[in-house]
């Protein structure tokens, strides 16, 4: 199987499998799952979040899938149990689409890694 193909169909499982567990079935989009590792991630699950915390939980979500990658690496937890991450390597200049493959293929590869899908 092509890796693109292998991608796309990994993909799907992923955005089926939270959208039945979090969204009552309706489909979440990249932004969505990328708060959801983010909550994962700093392990509050039932809080609520302001809008400045969303966008924090949204980076600690990049920063922990893009590690792997080479762009980050874990470097503390905070008093308030907050990661922080230090940067690696810039990330390259990418196109939209191209982005949006990258960030797909670091939450693939982040969930498999989690056992959530295989």
């Not at 969204?23 to 590792?37: K, N, T």
């Not at 990049?62 to 907050?82: A, Q, R, S």
Request: glycine letters at 6%; proline letters at 3%; a negative charge.
């Amino acid at each position: 199987m092509a890796r693109d193909e292998q991608l796309k169909e990994r993909w799907e499982l992923v955005v089926e499998k939270l959208s039945n567990q979090f969204a009552d079935g309706d489909r979440l989009d990249l932004d969505s799952i990328i708060y959801l590792i983010g909550v994962q991630e700093l392990g509050q699950i039932h809080r609520e979040y302001k809008k400045d915390h969303k966008l924090d939980l949204m980076h600690i979500a990049i920063c922990k899938v893009l590690t792997p990658y080479g762009f980050y690496e874990f470097d503390y937890v905070d008093d308030e149990g907050w990661p922080h991450y230090k940067v690696l390597a810039q990330l390259p200049h990418l196109k939209a689409g191209e982005q949006s493959v990258l960030m797909k293929e670091a939450i693939v590869n982040y969930f498999v890694e989690t056992e959530y899908i295989k």
